[in-house]
């Protein structure tokens, strides 16, 4: 199973980023979006069960939004409103039979 992430780079203080994550086959339990700051610990962004139930960071709530298409496999977290604080690598994630799929992370870079 593969992940292919899409859409990071720089962008200013309260602008917008879209990232798009496809999986190469099956439907997963989970997927979503981890990040990882410099020096810091990779933690959740945000992630959606199969049935729609979304969990998301604290930081995040009322500026991402998380969006998933289980025909197409396809996970997108639609970023506005970014932070300095919002830089890090974001890696797709799905999880699957407790199966953890890691994609090759994404850099997002938000400048001030």
């Known amino acids: 199973v593969q992940l292919q992430a899409s859409g990071g780079g720089l962008v200013q203080v309260g602008g917008s980023l879209r990232l798009s994550c496809r999986a190469s086959r099956t439907i997963f339990d989970f997927m979503g979006w981890y990040r990882q700051a410099p020096g810091k610990e990779r933690e959740l962004v945000a992630a959606?069960?199969?049935?729609?139930?979304?969990d998301s960071n604290d930081s995040v709530k009322g500026r991402f939004t998380i969006s998933r298409d289980n025909a197409k496999n396809t996970v997108t977290l639609q970023m506005s409103s970014l932070k300095p604080e919002d830089t890090a690598v974001y890696y797709c994630?799905?999880?699957?039979?407790?199966?953890?799929?890691w994609g090759q992370g994404t850099l997002v870079t938000v400048s001030s």
């Open positions: 959606q069960t199969r049935a729609g139930r979304i």
């Open positions: 994630h799905a999880r699957f039979n407790n199966i953890d799929y």
